[in-house]
């Protein structure tokens, strides 16, 4: 079995800051792509961040230069450090990885529960 469990939601103040992470544990072989998503009411789940395994990242128009995703490879860890928060940042955030458990055999997506982010302006 493997787990993505997140941590690091909250409430905070229009122009604050939150850290979020998720660990991966369980059965693991390797794990390609983390990434963060997030759904807000009423609208669909999108991507936010993600980022490969040799380090290179993508981010969403909306939240370059006020968020950064990293990972701790040793950890099995992704990070999404954000600044500047605003309202419409108000979402459930979703951590997925990409994961191999064996050797040899497919990667698979694999998501954690969600942790709520709220913006108050």
């Known amino acids: 079995q493997v787990q993505l469990v997140e941590s690091g939601g909250g409430l905070v103040q229009a122009g604050g800051s939150l850290r979020l992470s998720c660990a991966a544990s369980g059965s693991i072989f390797s794990i390609k792509t983390m990434g963060w998503y997030r759904q807000a009411p009423g609208k669909q789940r999108t991507l936010v961040a993600r980022?490969?395994?040799?380090?290179?990242?993508d981010y969403v128009d909306t939240v370059k230069g006020r968020f950064t995703i990293s990972r701790d490879n040793a950890k099995n860890t992704v990070y999404l450090q954000m600044n500047s928060l605003e309202a419409e940042d108000t979402a459930v955030y979703y951590c997925t990885a990409a994961i191999n458990r064996y050797n040899g055999q497919p990667y698979y997506d694999y998501w954690g529960q969600g942790t709520q982010v709220t913006v108050s302006s």
């Open positions: 980022i490969i395994s040799g380090g290179s990242t």
